[in-house]
C-alpha cells in the first residue's frame, strides 16, 4: 500500500507545490545549457526566451506557492516569519512547532 495514503491532505498539498517548486527550477537549470549548445541561426537559439518567460512564471508561482504554504494546525506560514524571514527547509512549523509530515491533531509544542 502507498505509504502516502494516510498523510493529511494538506500534506498532499505541500508535497504538490515542492514538486512543482522543484521541477521549476530543474526545467530553468535545463534551460540554461540548452541555450548554450543550441547554435544562435536555429530557431530555439534565437527563441530561446519563448521557453525562458513561462518557465519563469511557472517558477515564481511555484515559489510563492511553497513559501506561503499554510500549517495544517495553526493555518499561518508554516516556512515563513513575516516577510523577510524564513526557511524553505525547515524541519518544522515557525509558529506552533508541528513537525513537517506529523499528524496536524497531534498536541502543540510551540516554535
Known amino acids: 500500500m502507498d505509504s502516502t495514503a494516510f498523510l493529511h491532505p494538506l500534506w498532499r498539498d505541500y508535497r504538490r507545490r515542492r514538486n ?4 521549476a527550477i530543474l526545467c530553468w537549470v535545463g ?3 540548452l541555450m548554450i549548445i543550441v547554435p544562435e541561426q536555429s530557431f530555439l537559439g534565437t527563441f530561446w526566451w519563448l521557453l ?7 517558477f515564481m508561482i511555484a515559489s510563492f506557492g511553497i513559501v506561503w504554504w499554510h ?3 495553526c493555518d499561518r506560514p508554516f516556512f515563513t516569519r513575516g516577510i523577510w524571514y524564513g526557511n524553505l527547509f525547515a524541519g518544522a512549523c515557525y509558529h506552533c512547532g508541528l513537525q513537517k ?3 496536524p491533531s ?5 516554535a
Open 31 to 33: 534551460l540554461m545549457p
Open 106 to 110: 497531534s498536541e502543540a509544542r510551540g
Open 101 to 103: 509530515w506529523a499528524d
Open 20 to 23: 512543482s517548486f522543484v521541477g
Open 52 to 58: 525562458a518567460i513561462p518557465i519563469f512564471v511557472w
Open 71 to 73: 500549517c495544517p494546525r
